[in-house]
């Protein structure tokens, strides 16, 4: 297997599917097999979920709210997308806990670094909820701090897309797709992978980032099988 710890990213907006909020239940049981999948196969594996399918806090603030406020929200969606993620996991036969950077108890335990990673040696899939707690960084951000902190290999990055493209792929259909590049690149051609912050922590850490499209059905497995899927960013 190529990678034995990985921290997976998915944005909220993929857990709606075609709704334009909310969960779909298809999608997210097909992540949890996936995820459920490669543990079997034995990965362990740290979630970080984004929480834009219920609600983001920069739209927030175009509406209105103040921006602690509304990043506040932001990260309240995100422990009920992972609550989800944990009961599908569970209900398809994983073992799952949710983690919450601030104390949210019964929904999920305190985040500490260690706990997590004695989690993750006994197999228990560790969803990483609340961003980093604070206002004013992504889920992005909060997935690459955590993927520092508990010792992932490799940062993978969950889209509808299949992996960097020179232009949107969804806008420009022969734009093209990046097998591999490299940070310095990624930054010198303005490609869009996640805010700077995240990424500027991936590349200060060594950490690749392999983006890919989870919305395939095997991806993430074959991916972890060495096959390339997507595309990778490292040093």
Known sequence: MKYSRILLKLSGESLSGEREYGIDYKILDDYASQVIEV????????????????????????????????????????VINSIALESS???????????????????????????????????TICILSGGTGNPFFTTDTAAALRAVETGAEVLLK??????????????????LRYTSVTFGEVIDKRLKVMDLTAFTMCRENNLPIVVFNMNKKGNLVRLLKGEEIGTLISN
Not at 41 to 60: K, T
Not at 96 to 111: H, Q
Not at 159 to 173: A, M, Q, Y
């Open 39 to 78: 543990v079997k196969m034995g990965c362990e594996v740290a979630v970080v979920l984004g929480g834009g399918n219920i609600f983001r806090g920069l739209q927030g603030v175009k509406s209105g709210f103040d921006r602690v406020k509304g990043d506040q929200m932001g990260m309240l969606a995100t």
């Open 158 to 175: 969950g889209t509808r897309v299949d992996g960097v493209f020179s232009d949107d792929p969804e806008k420009v259909p022969d734009a």
């Open 89 to 123: 996991i569970s209900r398809l036969g994983g073992k799952a806990k949710v983690f919450t950077s601030i104390r949210m108890e019964p929904f999920g335990e305190l985040y500490d670094r260690d706990k997590v990673t004695t989690a993750l040696k006994s197999g």
